[in-house]
């Protein structure tokens, strides 16, 4: 079982995750290192450590890469989260479903109305 660890802190080169783009700058990261591995990658290890402070934005699209790689049946784990980063994530985890209402309520008015 091959597995990788992802720094994001060395990705983004700061101690803050702002915004969705950086969120898809690690995704693009971790593609390219599955992509060359030379064995299958089973485990992704996304890691926090050096970083403060993370938006909501950040950390809803995050998420999305979670389950982007999920869905390919690979584990996906954060470390090295400190409190407050690990609270963000968890308070959008349990509002992502009324996240995701709201994104179809609005595309729906906005493009299908």
Do not use: C
Request: hydrophobic content about 35%.
């Amino acid at each position: 079982m091959k597995d990788i660890s992802v720094s994001i802190f060395q990705i983004l080169e700061r101690k803050t995750g702002g915004f969705r783009e950086d969120a898809e700058r690690i995704k693009k990261y971790i593609k390219e290192n599955i992509q060359s591995a030379k064995e299958n990658v089973e485990v992704i290890n996304i890691d926090f450590k050096g970083i403060t402070l993370v938006t909501h934005s950040f950390a809803d699209e995050i998420s999305v890469v979670k389950e982007y790689f999920e869905k390919q049946n690979k584990k996906v784990e954060f470390i090295n989260m400190n409190e407050d980063v690990r609270k963000m994530t968890e308070i959008i985890h349990r509002g992502r479903p009324y996240i995701l209402k709201n994104r179809e309520r609005s595309y729906k008015q906005a493009y299908l109305s």
